[in-house]
């Protein structure tokens, strides 16, 4: 029989040894062994992930508050700074041009020779500035020069600036040289008549004022055109010489020069 203890468990007991003493452990196959390495190496795998994500978890929340600090603070802005203020460049002086001295030549007298011949020697010796007048004050164009000849010159003989104007008093080839020089700058009529007797009917003209009318009648009676009033001189005048030009008409009488009014 057992026995019975009222209120208590039995006592245990270790089993008893066998007759050859504790039985022998288990060897693990090479497949087991293998299995629990692998199990191993998934376990450390799975652990260092959760970590690497618990850091990047952590980075992303820290720079999430970066951003939003950078949202939410004012972006500040230098204030603008002005240049600085560039002096005034005054302008180089140049100096004033040397003036070059003009080329002389000598002038030589040309009284005596003919008009052309006259011009041809001056542009010889540099001097192109020419021009020339009918020296008996009536106002005749030279148009042939070779049927003129010099009386008069101005400037007179000598060494001249090579751009002087050279002045040639002439008259025809059969014609003489007066004393004086009469011919110039034709003086206009102002405010009273002025005296035509002995000149050319075409000074006249050219001293009147152009709204002038004017009469130029033959004096010798035989009532010939007037039609070079180079060619014709004054005999009268109507009005007299001296009397209050208030546009009146104007009448010349004349003949030619060879003739005797």
């Not at 140049?94 to 041009?97: F, I, K, R």
């Given at each position: 029989m057992s026995q019975q203890y009222p209120g208590h468990q039995p006592p245990s007991y270790p089993p008893a040894p066998g007759p050859y003493g504790p039985p022998p452990r288990k060897k693990l196959s090479t497949g087991a062994v293998i299995a629990l390495a692998l199990g191993g190496v998934f376990v450390f795998l799975v652990a260092l992930g959760a970590v690497v994500g618990d850091g990047d978890a952590e980075k992303d929340e820290a720079g999430g508050r970066s951003d939003a600090?950078?949202?939410?603070?004012?972006?500040?802005?230098?204030?603008?700074?002005?240049?600085?203020?560039?002096?005034a460049v005054r302008p180089k002086e140049?100096?004033?041009?040397e003036k070059e001295e003009p080329e002389t030549g000598r002038l030589p007298d040309f009284v005596g020779m003919g008009l052309q011949s006259a011009q041809d020697k001056a542009q010889e010796l540099?001097?192109?500035?020419?021009?020339?007048?009918?020296?008996?004050?009536?106002?005749?164009?030279?148009?042939?020069?070779?049927?003129?000849?010099?009386c008069f010159q101005s400037p007179r003989p000598g060494v001249h600036p090579t751009d002087t104007e050279v002045d040639f008093g002439t008259v025809k080839l059969d014609e003489?040289?007066?004393a004086s020089d009469r011919g110039g700058e034709v003086a206009e009529a102002t405010d009273t008549m002025p005296d035509f007797t002995g000149k050319s009917a075409n000074v006249a003209r050219e001293a009147l004022d152009s709204s002038t009318s004017l009469s130029v009648e033959d004096a010798s009676g035989e009532d010939r055109f007037v039609l070079v009033e180079s060619n014709w001189k004054v005999c009268s005048q109507q009005p007299s010489a001296g009397t209050a030009l208030n546009g009146q008409p104007v009448t010349l009488r004349v003949v030619k020069f060879e003739e005797s009014c």
């Open positions: 600090k950078a949202v939410a603070s004012p972006a500040t802005t230098s204030p603008a700074v002005e240049p600085p203020a560039t002096p140049t100096p004033p041009e540099d001097f192109f500035r020419l021009t020339s007048h009918d020296a008996l004050g009536r106002e005749r164009n030279q148009f042939s020069d070779r049927n003129w000849k010099v003489t040289c007066p």
